[in-house]
């Protein structure tokens, strides 16, 4: 089992741009999560999705959405990306139910802006 | 307060404990939990708490709580060098259960002195 895997591990992108991060979720598991981490600082809950549905955001403004995939795997998609928008963005997946303490997470897509 | 907080950097020699302080926002927390992010790596469940509990201990790893003040502590025994990391307290939001969103303390970094 390959746990949880995210693509790409890293990228860089331009003031603007559109950037497409991917998550695989551990097998058996069908929750998604996303976070933001900037350096220095601890991850910031993103949004949740369960049966391809958004169940849960948290405070990111519509430049960052998502979708979730009949395989349980997911995609966040950030647009017209600013400097700011430069973390660590980590995907995490929890079994049927969502017990936090069943969670896995990536190692995450280190993202640049310049 | 609205933010979990931690403190941000322990220096440590090797063989000694380790303390880690934090301080979460909902008395109402159920669980509490203690996260290592090593580099390069993402987030590892290290433990966690529930709230009917003081105390729990899992090999080195001995975690405090007192809920009147909202202060959650994990003391690392025998620090080694291989616990150098940063650390996560973490809460769920909804706070009264195991599921939802994590909502992350800064993280305290950890440094291990041979």
């Known amino acids: 089992d390959a746990g949880v895997t995210q693509s790409p591990t890293h990228l860089i992108k331009t003031r603007g741009q559109q950037v497409t991060l991917r998550c695989s979720p551990k097998?058996?598991?069908?929750?998604v999560s996303w976070y933001q981490q900037a350096l220095g600082q601890g991850p910031q809950f993103i949004f949740q999705?369960?049966?391809?549905?958004?169940?849960q955001r948290g405070n990111f403004p519509d430049r960052f959405s998502g979708h979730q995939f009949p395989n349980y795997s997911s995609e966040l998609n950030v647009n017209a990306l600013l400097l700011g928008d430069s973390a660590l963005y980590l995907c995490?997946?929890?079994?049927?139910?969502?017990?936090?303490?069943?969670?896995?997470f990536g190692q995450g897509t280190r993202l640049t802006v310049v | 307060g609205e933010d979990v907080e931690q403190s941000l950097f322990l220096s440590v020699r090797e063989g000694d404990s380790s303390v880690i302080n934090c301080t979460y926002t909902d008395s109402s927390s159920t669980y509490l939990y203690w996260y290592k992010q090593e580099p390069g790596a993402g987030l590892q469940l290290l433990t966690y708490i529930f709230s009917n509990m003081d105390m729990k201990q899992d090999q080195r790893l001995t975690v405090l709580l007192n809920k009147k003040d909202k202060h959650l502590s994990l003391r690392i025994a025998d620090t080694q060098t291989g616990d150098s990391a940063i650390y996560f307290c973490?809460?769920?939001?909804?706070?009264?259960?195991?599921?939802?969103?994590?909502?992350f303390g800064q993280g305290t970094t950890l440094q291990v002195k041979p």
């Open positions: 995490a997946s929890s079994p049927p139910g969502g017990a936090i303490t069943e969670a896995f």
């Open positions: 999705y369960y049966e391809e549905e958004e169940r």
């Open positions: 097998s058996g598991h069908d929750t």
């Open positions: 973490a809460e769920p939001f909804p706070f009264g259960g195991n599921t939802g969103k994590l909502i």
